[in-house]
């Protein structure tokens, strides 16, 4: 069962442009998390968020948890080709210190062309 | 500051051979720890947790296992591989889900 859907699963976008990419459930997660991958290499934490409405920036990338704790946004503003990856959206379930690990969705495949 | 390794990075087994795959982490003392299996099209799937020394929690039947015999080593094993073995295997420590995971830099196996 896909509890977690990221869309789109591929965008090639030339550099500058704006970009929006979804991460969406019909589950409840206690939080949310995005991760950045690059190919063979082990996927690095963005950011968390934990609370419904909330929104972090970092740098150009911003990021947006949903009211109902269901779905999240990665808005990159201005994107540049080293923004090119894999973007992982990881929910949890249950206590924000839990153990038990997360579920992540399939991943959006980015590509900023020069 | 912390640190995971995780070895080999590459490794390329006969169908029925076993398997061993290390991970490490240092500077921190009580890590969870996971191994986590990413299949091209298919996202990053639970193998295994564990929350301390010899406890392991399997999250998908298989061909596979795992052990913790020291606080800070996660090994994953099977006895005989099997083709559907072949995956982009990642071990990776937290100090509980809010926080945020901390990943190796993985093992491509392949299973011919």
């Known amino acids: 069962t896909q509890l977690l859907e990221q869309s789109p699963q591929f965008l090639s976008i030339q550099e500058g442009e704006n970009l929006t990419v979804y991460c969406n459930s019909s589950?409840?997660?206690?939080?949310l998390q995005w991760y950045r991958q690059e190919p063979g290499e082990g996927p690095v934490l963005l950011v968390t968020?934990?609370?419904?409405?909330e929104v972090k920036k970092l740098k150009r990338l911003t990021f947006q948890f949903g009211d109902a704790r269901k779905d999240s946004s990665l808005h990159i503003t201005a994107a540049q080709p080293g923004d090119t990856g894999l973007y992982l959206c990881?929910?949890?379930?249950?206590?924000?210190?839990?153990?038990?690990?997360?579920?992540f969705g399939k991943g959006t495949h980015l590509i900023i062309q020069p | 500051s912390q640190t995971i390794h995780q070895w080999p990075a590459t490794l390329v087994q006969p169908v029925g051979s076993p398997l061993s795959l290390e991970c490490t982490v240092e500077?921190?003392?009580?890590?969870?720890l996971y191994w986590y299996r990413q299949a091209a099209g298919r996202g990053l799937q639970l193998l295994f947790y564990?929350?301390?020394?010899?406890?392991i929690s399997s999250e998908v039947p298989q061909n596979l296992s795992a052990s913790r015999p020291q606080d800070r080593q996660f090994i994953l094993s099977s006895k005989k591989l099997l083709l559907s073995d072949s995956g982009f295997y990642l071990c990776?420590?937290?100090?509980?889900?809010?926080?945020?995971?901390?990943f190796g830099s993985g093992t491509r196996l392949t299973v011919v």
């Open positions: 589950s409840v997660f206690s939080s």
């Open positions: 990881a929910g949890a379930r249950g206590s924000g210190g839990g153990a038990d690990g997360l579920t």
């Open positions: 500077g921190t003392s009580n890590p969870n």
């Open positions: 968020v934990v609370t419904g409405g």
């Open positions: 564990s929350v301390g020394i010899g406890q």
């Open positions: 990776a420590w937290s100090r509980g889900r809010i926080y945020g995971y901390t």
